[in-house]
C-alpha cells in the first residue's frame, strides 16, 4: 500500500519562506511522477507542481512559477516544494501526489491523473 506524507507547513508572513516535504513508502516504487495541489478554503483542488521521478523533469502552474520550486530526492523517495515569496492568496492545503505512469505534459495539471494523495499539510501566509 503506498503511502504518501506530507510535512512542513505553517503559519507565516507575506514574503517568507516554507520548504515542504513528501515522502513516499510502499512495498515496491511504483511512481513516475510526483505532483503538489492546493486547495484554499471555498476553492476547488488547483494544481501546484510536478516532477518526474526519472528525468526530473518540472511543470509548475503560472501562478508560481519563479517563486515555488519542485524537487526530488531519489534516494528517500522524498519530493519537495520550495515557497519563495510568499503570498496570502497562497494559502491553502497543501496536498502531494503520486502518479504511477507518466503520460507527458499534458496530463500533470490533471488531479484525475494521480493514483495515491497524501493528507495534506496546511500552509497559512498572513498579510
Known amino acids: 500500500q503506498e503511502q504518501l506524507v506530507e510535512s512542513g507547513g505553517g503559519l507565516v508572513q507575506a514574503g517568507d519562506s516554507l520548504r515542504l516535504s513528501c515522502a513516499y513508502s510502499g512495498r515496491t516504487f511504483s511512481s513516475a511522477a510526483m505532483g503538489w495541489f492546493r486547495q484554499a478554503p471555498g476553492k476547488e483542488r488547483e494544481f501546484v507542481a510536478t516532477?518526474?521521478?526519472?528525468?526530473?523533469?518540472?511543470y509548475y502552474h503560472d501562478s508560481v512559477k519563479g517563486r515555488f520550486t519542485i524537487s526530488r530526492d531519489n534516494a528517500k523517495n522524498t519530493v519537495y516544494l520550495q515557497m519563495n515569496s510568499l503570498k496570502p492568496e497562497d494559502t491553502a492545503l497543501y496536498y502531494c501526489?503520486?502518479?504511477?505512469?507518466?503520460?507527458?505534459?499534458?496530463?500533470?495539471?490533471?488531479?484525475?491523473?494521480?493514483?495515491?494523495w497524501g493528507q495534506g499539510t496546511r500552509v497559512t501566509v498572513s498579510s
Open positions: 516532477i518526474t521521478w526519472s528525468a526530473g523533469s518540472t
Open positions: 501526489a503520486s502518479a504511477t505512469y507518466y503520460r507527458g505534459p499534458w496530463y500533470v495539471g490533471r488531479s484525475a491523473y494521480y493514483d495515491y
